[in-house]
Structures are given as C-alpha cells and as structure tokens.
C-alpha cells in the first residue's frame, strides 16, 4: 500500500467540474431559501433553471471530461461502496483519488434529484397538480438532506485523509501518485460555462420569468428594479423613525 508520506500533490479536478460543483450549491442554496417568497419567486424560477443547464453541462463532462470527472471512473456498484464504507472503520482504508464509492452515490442522487426538483417544478407552474407541488416540496427537501449527508461525508473523508477535500474542490489539488493526475485544468471550457450562466442571468434580469401560478405577482417587467426601489424606500423610513 502507497502510503501518504510518499505521495504528492496532483491535479485532480479540472476548473469545469470545479465550477459545475459552486454554481450547482450557490444556485441550490439560493433557490431553496427563495422558495417561500412570492417577491424573490422569480430569482427562484432563474436559479432552478439553471441548475437544469447546469446538470446537463455535468453529464454530457462525465462523458468527454477529464479522467476523475468522467463517471466511469467513480461509478461502482453496492459491494465496492459497502467495501469502502467498512474499510473506513478499520485500518484498511486506503487513501481515495477523486470521488470515493460513497461520494459517487451522493453524486448521482444530487443530479437526478436536480432534475426531479426542477421539472416537477415546472410541470406545476404550467398548471399541474397539487400533488405536483407537494413532490416538487419534498424532493427539495430531500436534496437539501443529500447535500448535508455530503457535506459530512466530505469532512469525515477529511479527517479519515488528513487532507482538506473542500480546498481541492477549488484548487484541483489532492495527494495521489504522479500517473493519477491530470494534465490541462480546461480553463477555457469553464470560462464559457460562466459566461453562459452570468448571460443566461443578464437577460432573466431583463426579462424575468413569469410564474404562472402565483396571479399578478410577477407580471411586472421590472422586477428587479422595483426590488430594489422597495428596499431602499424601507431604509429611508427607518432611517426617518
């Protein structure tokens, strides 16, 4: 077995998948705590559409990326997760390049869950059922309950490590040998991803989405710019008590 001490730091994670694994918790987070707001519904509507872009992105990178992005080099079955999980209790664990067996579900489960929040979402705004929105409310609340078993995961990977996964996650960097790492970091690939979102953003904040079961609420083209005329108009009269 390899040991820590004679391994060294290599790039792991290139800037698409770094960038696709930001934006997807900034959008999440932010449509999740937008949600119960008539006012900010349609940052909600924006936010979850482009988790839907964003998703797409990750699939089609799983299929052409970089080596550690691609899913065939994280995705296994029960018995290699349930081989990964008991390891990580004894002193048999070995050190993981990438997403581990166990990272790989919540991986997974956070992009389908993605799209079951999002088109169940828009099915309902469209007019579906009730029962649509119901779905739509728990399957959000299971992806929030996804992300912080994730997020645990990541810091008992940590410890279990003696390495910061959360920092590789934005410089690309973890321990592993010289053949595990990869070579170009794809900078330019990441650059258009961002340029689409802020785009795809700028012309929401033009135009912003409409929600259709909500009544009048929306109809308002300058939503954005009344937002803001609304919050300023409520620090002067705080300022004049």
């Given at each position: 077995?390899?040991t820590?001490?004679?391994?060294?730091?290599?790039?792991?994670?290139?800037?698409?998948?770094?960038?696709?694994?930001?934006?997807?918790?900034?959008?999440?987070?932010?449509?999740?705590?937008?949600?119960?707001?008539?006012?900010?519904?349609?940052?909600?509507?924006?936010?979850?559409?482009?988790?839907?872009?964003?998703?797409?992105?990750?699939?089609?990178?799983?299929?052409?990326?970089?080596?550690?992005?691609?899913?065939?080099?994280?995705?296994?079955?029960?018995a290699?997760?349930?081989?990964?999980?008991?390891?990580?209790?004894?002193?048999?664990?070995?050190?993981?390049?990438?997403?581990?067996?166990?990272?790989?579900?919540?991986?997974?489960?956070?992009?389908?869950?993605?799209?079951?929040?999002?088109?169940?979402?828009?099915?309902?705004?469209?007019?579906?059922?009730?029962?649509?929105?119901?779905?739509?409310?728990?399957?959000?609340?299971?992806?929030?309950?996804?992300?912080?078993?994730?997020v645990?995961?990541?810091?008992?990977?940590?410890?279990?490590?003696?390495?910061?996964?959360?920092?590789?996650?934005?410089?690309?960097?973890?321990?592993?040998?010289?053949?595990?790492?990869?070579?170009?970091?794809?900078?330019?690939?990441a650059?258009?991803?961002?340029?689409?979102?802020?785009?795809?953003?700028?012309?929401?904040?033009?135009?912003?989405?409409?929600?259709?079961?909500?009544?009048?609420?929306?109809?308002?083209?300058?939503?954005?710019?009344?937002?803001g005329?609304?919050?300023?108009?409520?620090?002067?009269?705080?300022?004049?008590?």
């Open positions: 077995m390899t820590l001490e004679s391994k060294t730091e290599i790039l792991v994670w290139d800037a698409p998948t770094r960038l696709f694994h930001w934006l997807l918790a900034v959008c999440f987070s932010g449509a999740y705590l937008t949600a119960e707001s008539d006012r900010l519904m349609a940052i909600h509507l924006t936010l979850g559409y482009t988790m839907v872009g964003l998703v797409a992105f990750r699939v089609v990178w799983g299929v052409i990326g970089t080596r550690h992005a691609r899913f065939t080099s994280f995705l296994r079955g029960p290699a997760v349930a081989r990964y999980v008991s390891q990580h209790f004894s002193a048999q664990a070995e050190h993981s390049v990438g997403h581990n067996p166990l990272g790989a579900v919540s991986i997974v489960l956070m992009l389908l869950m993605t799209l079951a929040i999002v088109v169940s979402g828009w099915v309902y705004d469209t007019g579906g059922s009730h029962l649509l929105k119901e779905f739509h409310e728990g399957a959000a609340a299971f992806m929030l309950a996804v992300v912080g078993v994730h645990a995961g990541v810091m008992f990977a940590s410890l279990l490590q003696r390495e910061n996964l959360v920092r590789s996650m934005f410089n690309g960097y973890q321990r592993g040998r010289a053949e595990q790492a990869i070579r170009w970091t794809w900078w330019p690939v650059v258009v991803m961002l340029a689409a979102v802020l785009g795809y953003w700028f012309l929401q904040w033009q135009n912003p989405p409409v929600d259709n079961m909500a009544g009048d609420n929306f109809q308002n083209q300058n939503f954005y710019e009344n937002l005329k609304n919050a300023g108009h409520r620090n002067n009269e705080d300022e004049d008590d």
